[in-house]
Nanobody
């Protein structure tokens, strides 16, 4: 089984910055895509950004200018640099990965972290 552990959450002032990290561990064979989703109180979970093993990125329209996703393939770690944070960015941010495990080298599965809280407030 693959485990994802997020870090970097906390309280941030409007206009401030934060960097989230997510490290994948466990029975990893190959991860093709990693990304971040978020869920605000009373709202459904939404995609924030994704990045493939080749470096191709995809962002939600509301964060394209302000957020930057990156990854270190050697460490199976994905990062999310968040700048110019707004109160509406307040949410639990979840790390996501898609790939194969050592127990299943053919079937691709989705993996999720427990989430880390970002609160943007003055």
């Amino acid at each position: 089984q693959v485990q994802l552990v997020e870090s970097g959450g906390g309280l941030v002032q409007p206009g401030g910055s934060a960097r989230l990290s997510c490290a994948a561990s466990g029975s990893i064979f190959s991860i093709s895509v990693m990304g971040w989703y978020r869920q605000a109180p009373g709202k459904e979970r939404e995609l924030v950004a994704t990045i493939t093993s080749g470096g191709s990125t995809n962002y939600a329209d509301g964060v394209k200018v302000r957020f930057t996703i990156s990854r270190d393939n050697a460490k199976n770690t994905v990062y999310l640099q968040m700048d110019s944070l707004k109160p509406e960015d307040t949410a639990v941010y979840y790390c996501h990965a898609r790939g194969t495990s050592a127990q299943s080298l053919i079937v691709s599965r989705n993996y999720w972290g427990r989430g880390t809280q970002i609160a943007v407030s003055s």
